[in-house]
């Protein structure tokens, strides 16, 4: 059963959750893995580039710099708790 942008999304974003803390992910990190998991799904990079702007748009998932472009949990201010 061939997967959809938005399920690619939900995949991305949990293991961009599962890692936090952990380690920093880059886009193409997700990419390469979702492509690997996927590939006999129909999932390629263009449907990978999708789903990360629907999780940047929609405020899922962040784009953090540092020495390179992550994807990230947005963050919570200290003066937002």
Do not use: W
Not at 20 to 36: I, N, R, S, Y
Not at 46 to 72: H, N, P, Q, W
């Amino acid at each position: 059963m061939a997967k959809t942008v938005e399920q690619v999304a939900d995949a991305m974003f949990q293991m961009v959750k599962e890692a936090q803390g952990q380690k920093k992910l880059k886009p193409m990190d997700l990419t390469k893995a979702m492509v690997q998991l996927y590939a006999a799904e129909g999932v390629d990079k263009e449907m990978c580039k999708g789903a990360i702007k629907i999780l940047v748009d929609s405020g899922r998932l962040v784009y953090t710099y540092f020495g390179g472009s992550f994807l990230e949990l947005p963050h919570k201010e200290g003066a937002a708790n």
